[in-house]
């Protein structure tokens, strides 16, 4: 897109699209789905190509007016998703990311329509943001990881630059109080990959000794995909049914290593198309936290990941 009306150029189009990767990035935080991301920055766009050129001119910063709009349009959907998902099937998980170099698929992506990976993508966080209020997701997310100021804040929430510094404050003593002492990278890909060679050995022994007593596995298959209901908790039952897991495998299914929003994860590719992928929280040298995403609206992004 080029030209508004017939003839006449829109020389700041480019400086507008420019915008899209931030507000994706924005969106995707906010929302825990790259499919309603990408929805909201496209109504975000709608709204401002249905102004009319004066009405942009008068616009003095163009990107502060599509982040407050896209932060609306998020705030408003996150409302409106909690009703939704009291009627989801199952467990509710926030859509897993490939990483970089898998994004897209087999075709190169647009670099606007990629997701930077960084801490504040990893699942365990984004299962954070769920347990928050829309607001107080809106209002820590925009403040502590885009580090927008509480006013402008204020004009996305609705709310007074004091109330939304109230909100943030709330947020981030939720992240304080489920983040687990940090780890390397490569201590976590370890712990993930004895989880994979004790899984496919069949090791149950193995398999508890890697998993916290405590920990917890939860699936998300949308009810479109067969997968466990309900939380399996405790180290043991866990590894169980893990074992169980192994002896249902199809022979044409492959369990292979990969990043996951950023974190050493696992993906079950079935004749080279991606039907599961594995989020792992690793707490000292232990699995504390087990993702299973089975939906495969969710997993549209891992279609062709190699």
Known sequence: ??????????????????????????????????TEAEDAVQETYARWYAMSRREQDAIESPGAWLTTVAGRICLNLLRSARARRETYVGEWIPEPLPERAEWGGGTPADPADRITLDESVNLAFLVVLESMTPAERVA???????????????????RSPAACRQLASSARRRIRGAQAPARTTARRADVVKEFK?????????????LLDPDATAIADGGGLAITFLHPIEGGEPIAR???????????????????VNGQPGLVAQQDGVTVTVFAFEVVGDRIKHIWVMRNPEKLRHWAAAG
Not at 8 to 29: H, S, T, V, W
Not at 140 to 158: M, Q, T
């Open 140 to 158: 820590f997310i925009l403040h502590d990881v885009f580090c927008h100021s509480f006013a402008e804040v204020a004009e996305i929430v609705g």
């Open 241 to 259: 049914a893990w074992v169980t897991l192994a002896d249902r495998r199809p022979r044409n299914m492959a369990l292979l290593e990969r990043t």
């Open 1 to 34: 897109m080029t030209t508004r009306g017939r003839d006449r150029p829109d020389p700041g189009l480019d400086a507008i699209m420019r915008e899209r990767r931030q507000l994706i990035n924005l969106a995707y935080r906010l929302l825990g789905s790259v």
């Open 197 to 209: 060679r004790a899984w496919e050995a069949k090791d149950i022994d193995a398999l508890i000794g």
